[in-house]
């Protein structure tokens, strides 16, 4: 009777035996790695109350002998190459008790950190006293140069209620642009003299803030709205017929509009500049000379008729710059901040 297996072939068997001895040499070289390390290395806990002694230390080294070392290591905190490992990857500290609470943050630090600078001079409940000069821009014919003295009360930090008082009479200066064109064409322009100017004024501080010069010096400035109404007193020059008529002064409603930029050099004091334009109704000379008697017919004379004067008012706009000084009245303050 034949058998129904075949015959296994000698070089798979050869195979086969090859890769089974290599397997059992591996497995003994490990076997022998472990039993060395078990040698080395004691995990054994010593008797003790609660307490487990756990040694990493290898045995044979320079530093320690087994448990010993271990006990070497806790009382005198290690030395040498016997100490604990734990202890040297901590930096060699004091030990740490395991029963010590860290100290835990009861409350939150919180500062109150201001990112906006306070302003540098307050002006509510201060009085302001603005001494300037001023010049007319907008007449080529006359000029209408004044002193100015200016008051204020600033009941907010922006908004101000004053007066300003100008004086004009013995500082006005007729051009000689108006003198030679009269002379020589016979062609003359009516202007107007003033004597002076009152006005009722209201301020409005709309921006302010500070820049820096020449990179060392720091300036607050403010920039400001004003605005108001009052009196001049004016008079219109004689220049068409000047050998016969006189003109007296007159009380005229002007009101006034204007802005300005001040700088301030102290808390108290400060440098502005402002253009400012007055506006009133003038009375201005008549054009032209009326023949005989009629010609001496002024205002007030008892004669019919005042051909000295045009029959309707002119509209007249003196737009003004004004350069001069701010003293902020008392000189200090105090911040009162909101709690």
């Not at 022998?32 to 756990?54: P, S």
């Not at 990493?56 to 005198?76: I, L, Y």
């Not at 706009?317 to 009162?336: A, C, W």
Request: hydrophobic fraction near 45%; aromatic fraction near 12%; proline fraction near 4%.
């Amino acid at each position: 009777m034949r058998s129904s297996h075949r015959a296994i072939p000698n070089s798979w068997a050869a195979t086969s035996a090859g890769a089974l001895a290599v397997a059992l040499i591996a497995s003994a070289m490990a076997s022998g790695t472990v039993a060395a390390q078990d040698a080395d290395m004691d995990f054994t806990q010593e008797g003790g109350e609660g307490g487990a002694d756990m040694d990493f230390t290898q045995e044979g080294g320079e530093g320690g002998e087994g448990a010993e070392g271990g006990e070497g290591a806790e009382a005198g905190g290690g030395g040498g190459g016997g100490g604990d490992i734990m202890d040297d990857l901590a930096g060699g500290g004091g030990e740490v008790e395991a029963g010590a609470e860290r100290p835990t943050r009861t409350t939150e630090a919180r500062e109150e950190i201001f990112a906006v600078q306070q302003i540098y001079a307050l002006r509510i409940n201060r009085v302001e006293l603005a001494p300037s000069a001023a010049f007319t821009l907008n007449d080529p014919f006359v000029s209408h140069s004044a002193v100015s003295l200016g008051l204020n009360y600033w009941w907010t930090n922006v908004l101000a209620i004053g007066v300003n008082f100008l004086w004009y009479e013995g500082l006005e200066q007729e051009s000689d642009l108006n003198f030679f064109i009269r002379r020589s064409t016979r062609l003359a322009v009516p202007v107007s003299a003033y004597q002076f100017g009152a006005h009722l004024n209201f301020t409005y501080v709309p921006l302010y803030g500070k820049f820096a010069m020449f990179n060392e010096f720091i300036f607050q400035w403010d920039a400001y709205i004003v605005g108001g109404v009052g009196l001049m007193r004016t008079r219109p020059v004689p220049v068409v017929d000047p050998e016969v008529r006189r003109f007296d002064f007159d009380v005229r409603i002007a009101f006034n509009l204007g802005i300005g930029l001040r700088v301030f050099v102290t808390r108290w004091l400060a440098i502005f500049g402002e253009i400012r334009n007055y506006m009133y109704l003038e009375q201005l000379e008549a054009l032209e000379v009326a023949l005989g008697e009629q010609r001496f017919n002024g205002p007030g004379d008892d004669l019919e008729g005042n051909t000295w004067v045009q029959d309707s008012v002119a509209f007249t706009s003196n737009v003004t710059v004004h350069l001069g000084l701010t003293i902020f009245l008392p000189f200090d303050f105090e911040y009162r901040l909101p709690r």
